[in-house]
């Protein structure tokens, strides 16, 4: 099948060299336009045929300008001439084509030629009927209604520009269609809009306060429509509803011909060479036929040539095949066979990977502008790039050189000059690391945007807030916040957002255009200098015009699409960016960074690395899963670790960083065999096993580790617990102190009841350390895990949630049942910990206590106290467990502990302190049989993992009722599987075999001893003798 699709791609491009015929029809009529002024306001636009007399628009502020490029294309002429049609006969459009920013662009030259003005909405699934009708806000203590974007260009003659039909949730849109139809709408202050030539007849019968007394609003005459789509089927979204449909007249905005768009770029970037132009061009549309589409390849992105194309004319060393992966980066975008489809398409075309030298950078920062001068080779250039505004304004990123990173550099850099950036890569590669290098080379701020999967457009744009007084105001995101400030905005798991919110940076990305909630907007510095230049700074302040800074940046972070998962690299999203694709770290190069920043890499360590690219590299889908617990990120963790305290084997590493006792039985079987064909075998650590724990007022020793207890002021704070010290439990309280005291935070994963609470209190106990608690749950979100809503005197207040309480006090902040919350709001702990930057809900921003903001004692921001950590608690993933894989989203970021039950021996030591006077006997009866039942547990046999504090109860019970049968009393715990036979037969058995009879059915309860109800009161009378009456 492949080799007949490229039989047919190698005819198509013998096709397209030898025909100057585009890929789209048009009218073969050649076509002109023309603008005539006539008197004073008022001009006539002519495409061809079709001319119309248009206004002078009364807020030029609001007419998109700066889209019309000389000349016009005949394709394009031949739209705006449809559109001058549509518009004569006032009728509303539907542009309908493929994603990219060419329907839009066409929308805004047609007002831009009109002199029209603008009203602009991106849909999304969580636009409402108030989004586009009317928002109610409150302001001085009384609710009022705002005119929203439709009402403005139906009462003002603007054009409603509606982005994105096919996003909107379904039954969202028909509140339009009377006013479609019939150019009417009820409104929710009692308004009711009417069309111009109804009001206008009553105006004369009864008048202008007649009318304005009826509530009666008139819809301008210029009022138009422009609905921009994706046909659906054939892109993800929902299908036009059939009454919507109807009332728009619609046009196929189809892809610029060949022809069209080869002879542009031969003419705006003549240094290039025709033959890498030719590829290029030819390439892309050889993408975007039929044959491909047949082959499962998403559609290329033609409207990014242009991209292509400057950094070929900047960066001459540049091969095409390079440029075509950053604006279509198949290794990751597609499976295998899609994979070798593309590259069987660029050899037709004689596009091949070359090798080119590392080239080299050096930087000549100017004043909003950096020179970055590249060396390849024999080959110089010189181009100028944005910077931020201050010389390096934060930390300097911790890193150790590699060509690799050197290379990551050097191309980011190359995508800088072009356009905004998505890093691709796997989990724990150093995405965020080369970002940080970038944005310190460049002297740029970072503003860390962590995506999750229910953000919405407001989430990104603006959001909801509520002033003490009581009024409802609109907050700038933190994106809005960058773009004004020129900083460098890092959107941090781009694949977890959901596709109808990330459309609606479509014109930010394209355009550097924004429409906001609150009736401002964002545009571009060229557009705005030129709207002060010709109205004056008053007047575009006055009009809620806000200048996006020349240095803005966004560059976007993401995974590629794992085995199973939904592709997130969809035509959309790659209509947006350039894409940098983040190789996997060679073991040669991790072994390097090991040795540059710990020294000598101890053989364990080493061996742990060449397992990890076993895995990796392997194509077992299991094993591959496996290699997402190791990633780079880990791995430093690991021998950091290692050059601290010395001994773990190696099969004790991986065995930890992939909590191997938790894998289902395949995937441990798979794991241990490929240690076993690496020569890793199990053997006992070399570190002597910690048994005891001294304290003093300075310090806590634990074995052989010694750390400092803290001096707090709060000591109401600091856990006390009832702890039992038993050897296992020591032993694991010792590596928790190794990594508390080297700075990590913490994770500890295990079954229920084995203790994983009381671990972390007994240690923040011994180091006297104060602790803030949450527990997460499945209705957790965002903004509940940074704040607290209470209502005060009727007013929305919000508080410091625990997590920033300990952020500003410097506490541990514990973290419960991290995995009943959803992972996309866990999600957002990953700039806390990788980087120590977060940004609040409510606008305040966690920077670290290094960070020259941390300084300024600004309101909204909080510096992150160097004593502060985390630990977290979650129960391991997967059956019988009904949470989310916290530990497969966030374990690398985390020093992961597995907490087991404990040994038998411990286990005997534990239960015996518990319950003391129970005999020795009845306590070893006991274990074994729960060791019996977590046996058949791990082997799927049993489905409920026995734990440590069901033994607990049992033993505590029979301490203080020693009276009770070991038979009655063990039923506490069983009798919850007494209703299924099959589980009930095994655990009769299992504890017949220790000893222990179990009545489960009621004919055996009935057998009980026969017991007496019985009840003693004491009135505090005496009855020996008659009663006596009151004495007066």
């Not at 941090?492 to 109808?500: A, E, I, Y």
């Not at 514990?814 to 990788?834: G, M, R, S």
Request: aromatic share 6%; glycine share 6%; net charge neutral.
């Amino acid at each position: 099948m492949l080799d007949a699709a490229s039989r047919r791609l190698s005819m198509l491009y013998r096709v397209l060299r030898s025909s100057n015929v585009g890929l789209n029809k048009v009218n073969n009529s050649f076509l002109k336009y023309s603008t005539v002024a006539l008197k004073e306001g008022e001009k006539i636009v002519s495409i061809g045929d079709v001319s119309k007399t248009v206004k002078t628009a009364s807020h030029p502020e609001y007419v998109p300008r700066s889209y019309l490029s000389e000349p016009l294309t005949q394709d394009t002429l031949h739209h705006l001439r449809w559109m001058l049609q549509k518009d004569l006969l006032g009728q509303d459009m539907f542009l309908l084509g493929r994603p990219g920013p060419l329907r839009a662009r066409l929308a805004l030259q047609y007002l831009e030629l009109t002199g029209r003005e603008l009203e602009y909405v991106a849909l999304s699934r969580d636009t409402t009927e108030s989004d586009l009708k009317q928002r109610r806000e409150i302001s001085g203590g009384t609710a009022e209604y705002i005119d929203q974007s439709a009402v403005r260009a139906a009462t003002m003659g603007r054009v409603l520009v509606l982005q994105g039909i096919e996003k909107a949730e379904r039954n969202v849109l028909p509140v339009l269609n009377n006013l479609l139809e019939n150019r009417e709408m009820h409104l929710e202050d009692g308004r009711f809009l009417i069309p111009a030539a109804r009001y206008d007849r009553l105006l004369q019968e009864h008048g202008k306060q007649e009318l304005d007394r009826w509530g009666l609003v008139r819809v301008s005459d210029d009022f138009r429509v422009i609905a921009l789509g994706l046909p659906v089927p054939g892109y993800h979204g929902n299908p036009l509803d059939p009454p919507l449909r109807s009332r728009f007249q619609a046009r196929n905005i189809s892809t610029p011909s060949y022809q069209d768009t080869l002879s542009l770029l031969q003419a705006h970037y003549q240094n290039v060479s025709e033959s890498k132009l030719t590829q290029l061009v030819s390439a892309s549309f050889a993408l975007l036929a039929p044959e491909s589409a047949a082959l499962g390849l998403p559609d290329f992105p033609t409207d990014n040539l242009d991209k292509a194309a400057h950094l070929l004319a900047a960066f001459p060393w540049l091969s095409v095949h390079d440029c075509l992966s950053r604006l279509y980066p198949h290794h990751y975008l597609l499976p295998k066979e899609g994979r070798g489809a593309v590259e069987n398409i660029f050899a037709s075309f004689q596009i091949r990977p070359e090798e080119t030298a590392l080239a080299t950078v050096s930087l000549a920062p100017g004043e909003g502008r950096t020179v970055a001068s590249l060396k390849c080779g024999f080959s110089e250039t010189s181009v100028e790039v944005a910077c931020g505004l201050v010389p390096s304004p934060q930390r300097t990123p911790l890193t150790v050189e590699t060509e690799s990173l050197r290379r990551g550099l050097v191309g980011l850099l190359q995508n800088h000059l072009a356009g905004d950036i998505c890093v691709v890569g796997p989990r724990g590669c150093g995405k965020s690391t080369l970002v940080s290098l970038l944005a310190h080379s460049l002297g740029y701020t970072v503003e860390p945007i962590v995506l999750y999967q229910d953000m919405t457009s407001r989430d990104m744009i603006q959001q909801r807030a509520t002033l003490a007084t009581g009024d409802t105001v609109w907050r700038d995101a933190p994106l809005v916040c960058a773009a004004l400030e020129g900083k460098l905005a890092v959107l941090d798991g781009l694949h977890r957002l959901h596709p109808s919110t990330l459309a609606v940076l479509q014109r930010l990305v394209h355009d550097r255009e924004l429409q906001l909630y609150d009736g401002k907007r964002l545009v571009s510095h060229n557009r705005y200098d030129q709207l002060v230049a010709e109205l004056g700074l008053e007047r575009v302040q006055q009009s809620g015009m806000l200048r996006i800074h020349p240095s803005f940046r966004i560059i976007a972070l993401a995974e590629p699409p794992g085995i199973g998962d939904t592709p997130w690299l969809n035509p959309e999203v790659l209509s947006l960016f350039l894409f940098h694709q983040m190789p996997a770290v060679t073991q040669d190069q991790e072994l390097h960074i090991m040795q540059q920043m710990f020294g000598r890499v101890p053989l364990s360590v080493a061996e742990v690395v060449r397992v990890t690219h076993t895995l990796r590299e392997s194509a077992d889908a299991t094993l591959q899963s496996l290699a997402s617990s190791l990633t780079t990120r880990q791995l430093l963790r690991v021998a950091r670790r290692a050059a601290a305290y010395p001994g773990q084997s190696a099969h004790s590493i991986v065995q930890q960083a992939c909590l191997a006792k938790f894998l289902p039985p395949l995937a441990r079987q798979a794991l241990e065999t490929v240690l076993q064909r690496a020569g890793i075998q199990p053997v006992e650590d070399t570190r002597s096993v910690a048994t005891t724990i001294k304290t003093t007022d300075e310090t806590v020793a634990i074995g052989n580790t010694t750390a400092a207890r803290d001096k707090t002021s709060v000591p109401s704070k600091v856990p006390d617990i009832l702890f039992y010290d038993i050897p296992q439990h020591v032993s694991l309280l010792e590596r928790l102190l190794q990594d508390f005291t080297m700075g990590e935070h913490l994770l500890l994963v295990g079954n229920q009841g084995v203790g994983k609470n009381k671990m972390a209190d007994r240690l923040l106990q011994l180091l006297n350390l104060p602790r803030e608690y949450i527990q997460l749950h499945r209705d957790t979100t965002v903004q509940s895990l940074t704040l607290q809503a209470t209502v005060r005197e009727g007013v929305v207040v919000y508080e410091d949630s625990p997590l920033v309480q300990a952020i500003r006090s410097g506490h541990v902040l514990v973290v419960d049942e991290a995995d009943k919350a959803p992972t996309h709001v866990t999600c957002i702990l990953k700039t806390l910990v990788e980087s120590g930057e977060m940004i609040l809900s409510d606008g305040r921003r966690i920077v670290p206590a290094s960070d020259p903001r941390a300084q300024s004692g600004a309101a909204n921001i909080i510096p992150l106290h160097p004593k502060f950590r985390m630990i977290v608690l979650a129960n391991r993933p997967g059956f019988p467990f009904l949470g989310n894989d916290f530990f497969g989203a966030l374990g690398d970021l985390f020093s992961c502990h597995a907490v087991d039950n404990p040994s038998e021996e411990s286990e005997r030591a534990l239960l015996s302190q518990y319950g003391p006077d129970v005999s020795r006997e009845t306590v070893s009866r006991l274990v074994a049989a729960f060791a019996k039942l977590r046996s058949l547990a791990d082997q799927g046999m049993v489905t409920y993992p026995y734990s440590t504090r069901e033994a607990v109860s049992i033993v505590k019970h029979l301490q203080a009722y020693p009276k009770d049968s070991l038979a009655d009393t063990v039923s506490n715990v069983f009798d919850f599987d007494s209703y299924s036979q099959d589980l009930r037969d095994t655990l009769l058995q299992v504890l017949a075999q220790h000893g222990i009879q179990l009545a489960l059915s009621a004919t055996d309860k009935k057998r009980r001893e026969h017991l007496q109800l019985t009840v003693e009161r004491t009135s505090g009378q005496d009855v020996s003798g008659p009663k006596h009456g009151k004495v007066d």
